[in-house]
């Protein structure tokens, strides 16, 4: 089993749609999630830094982390064409200078 | 926000030479960077750490004589393929460590083809 689970899509959305991305992880050592956006023979933005259970929110996304679950998931609302991109999630055990797990990545297409 | 540059973003050589990637984090300091290897359709791949003034750690699987980092200042690292062969053609990233945010700002990736 992995350590990082993601669904590589892909995923084909109408514009306006609502977006759901998920991963699951096996080891409860990570703290510490990170959702990345990667276009197309670019290198990956950082989108949303979370080290807690709960929600976070940042313009139109959302993120979720569910430890006792081992899931985090990340949403769009009202997705736009420029989403389409594709999304990584990632993850560490500890904070500064840790490297990042990464899953595959999900490949988003919001269509207009 | 942190930037962090590569150069070239892309580059074509023959087999057997050796290429040299630059990776520059613009507007903070990076003690720690890390190289990535992404094949087509891919997750990143780490293939080392590396700290400033000291040597790098790499992954399992990955020849350290073959892929040298040298992280000579707080803003630049880089990474030599040597003598390259068309199996390492592939998407490399780097990325550096903010201690201020303590999150790492990637760069816009080096584009190899070996021939």
């Known amino acids: 089993q992995k350590e990082v689970e993601q669904d590589p899509g892909p995923l084909s959305v109408p514009e306006g749609a609502i977006v759901s991305l998920n991963c699951t992880y096996s080891?409860?050592?990570?703290?510490?999630f990170m959702w990345y956006r990667q276009y197309s023979r670019k290198g990956p933005e950082l989108l949303m830094y979370?080290?807690?259970?709960g929600n976070k929110e940042d313009g139109r996304f959302t993120a979720q982390v569910d430890k006792s679950s081992k899931y985090i998931s990340l949403f769009i609302r009202d997705s736009q064409p420029s989403d389409s991109a594709t999304y990584l999630c990632?993850?560490?055990?500890?904070?500064?200078?840790?490297?990042?797990?990464f899953g595959k990545g999900t490949r988003l297409s919001v269509i207009a | 926000g942190a930037v962090v540059s590569q150069h070239p973003s892309w580059v074509i050589c023959k087999s057997g030479t050796s290429v040299k990637i630059e990776c520059r984090s613009l507007?903070?300091?990076?003690?720690?960077m890390f190289w990535y290897r992404q094949f087509p359709k891919q997750s990143l791949m780490l293939m080392a750490t590396?700290?400033?003034?000291?040597?790098?750690?790499?992954e399992q699987g990955v020849e350290k004589d073959k892929f040298l980092i040298n992280h000579a200042s707080l803003t630049l690292s880089t990474l030599t393929v040597t003598s390259a062969h068309p199996e390492d053609s592939s998407f490399y990233i780097c990325?550096?460590?903010?201690?201020?945010?303590?999150?790492?700002?990637f760069g816009p990736g080096t584009r190899l083809t070996v021939l």
């Open positions: 990325s550096a460590e903010s201690k201020l945010t303590d999150t790492q700002y």
């Open positions: 080891n409860s050592a990570f703290q510490y």
């Open positions: 979370t080290y807690s259970s």
């Open positions: 990632a993850m560490r055990k500890g904070s500064g200078n840790t490297p990042l797990v």
């Open positions: 507007d903070f300091q990076a003690t720690t």
């Open positions: 590396s700290n400033e003034g000291s040597k790098a750690t790499y």
